[in-house]
């Protein structure tokens, strides 16, 4: 499939600090691709340049092979944004702004599919309210009806789902799947990283402006992802062997709980050898992969529930 997006050395700065630093990478077509990083990564600065809002200082970005600044008619109808503050004219009803928006972007209103947006997305029942009246779970649905209305072949989602309830953001990523199913490429940003790892076939993390990585979900979580070991033991243990120290071990109070940290290279084998040369009696274990909440943390130095949003 055509490449759907490819960025080439990105750079923008504010008053001289670099909000995007030589950032390149490439979408495939038919990807759902995570952008991930803390707070001030460069996130939206990154997403708003490829959606035309923000000028670059440098760089290119490609969508489709259509060069964004030069082509510009041609790659704003190709892409939608959904921004992560709700951006609505107060005082048009949904319907209105459904039925003009596409025009927008010099694409004929098509009646079938508008109504396919509304439906799946739940609007029926608000069509005829002003923007004002909508609750924040109804507001969210809108603007990925609103970034969807000119059938973009990109759809790009910032925080889609902050600040919404457990079933609004079933719905939605149950409805972003669908369309992605149906070929529209998905570029997305979330704090949920249990989402990125479920909805996600590969995740780029930024910090700072800039790429620290780029990988398959599954090869990030396998190459960077530790594994918790829980040993349950059959004889008390009355300290911890120092052997077991770069393992980062704990042991319960009442010494029969063991818990320790297995780097995702190293084999389970080779700590069980290591246990049985400590003499320890083994009643039971346990492991547990650390998923993309352990691997942000390990490339950004912060943890994801503070410094995402
Ligand atoms: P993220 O979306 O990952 O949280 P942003 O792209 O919003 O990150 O911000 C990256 C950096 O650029 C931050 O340090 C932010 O303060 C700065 N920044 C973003 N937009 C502006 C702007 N319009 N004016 C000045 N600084 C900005």
Same mark, same amino acid.
């Given at each position: ?5 490819e ?8 008053? %001289?600090?670099f ?6 990478? +490439?979408?495939?077509? %038919? ?10 990564a ?10 035309g ?25 190709q ?5 992560? /503050? ?9 319907? +209105? $702004?459904?039925?003009f ?8 209103d ?17 069509? @005829?309210?002003?923007?004002i ?17 000119h059938?973009?072949? &990109?759809?790009?989602l910032?925080?889609?789902t ?11 990523? /149950? ?8 070929g529209?490429?998905?570029?997305l $940003?979330? @704090?949920? &990283? ?24 599954a090869?990030?979580?396998?190459? &960077? ?7 349950r ?11 077991? #120290?770069?393992?980062? #071990? ?7 709980l063991?818990?320790? $940290?297995?780097? #995702? ?7 069980? /050898?290591?246990c049985?040369?400590?003499g ?5 274990l346990s ?10 943390l ?12």
């Open positions: 499939m055509q490449t759907a997006l960025i080439r050395q990105l750079c923008k700065a504010y008053s %001289g600090t909000a995007v630093r030589d950032l390149s990478f +490439q979408i495939e077509g %038919g990807e759902i691709f995570g952008l991930l990083g803390p707070n001030g460069g996130k939206s600065t990154t997403i708003n340049m490829i959606g809002v923000t000028r670059p200082d440098s760089g290119s970005i490609l969508v489709f092979g259509h060069d964004n600044q030069s082509d510009y008619r041609t790659t704003r109808r892409v939608g944004v959904m921004h992560q /503050e709700v951006v609505i004219d107060n005082f048009f009803t949904i319907d +209105q $702004t459904l039925r928006h596409a025009g927008y972007y010099g694409v004929a098509d009646p079938a599919w508008r109504q396919r947006l509304i439906e799946r997305l739940g609007l029926g029942p608000h069509l @005829h309210k002003v923007m009246k909508l609750s924040g779970g109804t507001k969210r649905r809108f603007m990925i009806a609103k970034a969807m209305i059938k973009p072949r &990109l759809l790009i910032d925080e889609p902050a600040g919404v309830d457990v079933e609004l953001r079933h719905t939605l990523w /149950e409805f972003v799947r669908e369309l992605n199913r149906e529209t490429t998905i570029l $940003t979330t @704090h949920y &990283l249990e989402e990125a790892e479920q909805m996600c076939n590969r995740i780029a993390i930024m910090n700072h402006g800039e790429l620290l990585a780029l990988e398959p979900t090869s990030l979580v396998e190459r &960077l992802g530790s594994r918790q070991v829980q040993i033991l059959a004889v008390r243990l009355t300290e911890l062997p120092a052997e077991l #120290a770069c393992h980062e #071990a704990h042991l319960s109070d009442d010494g029969l063991l818990r320790l $940290t297995l780097p #995702a290279s190293q084999p389970l084998g080779e700590l069980l /050898e290591l049985r040369f400590l320890l009696a083994i009643d039971d492991t547990d992969t650390a998923g993309l909440e352990e691997i942000f390990q490339l950004t130095g912060n943890p994801a529930k503070e410094s995402l949003r």
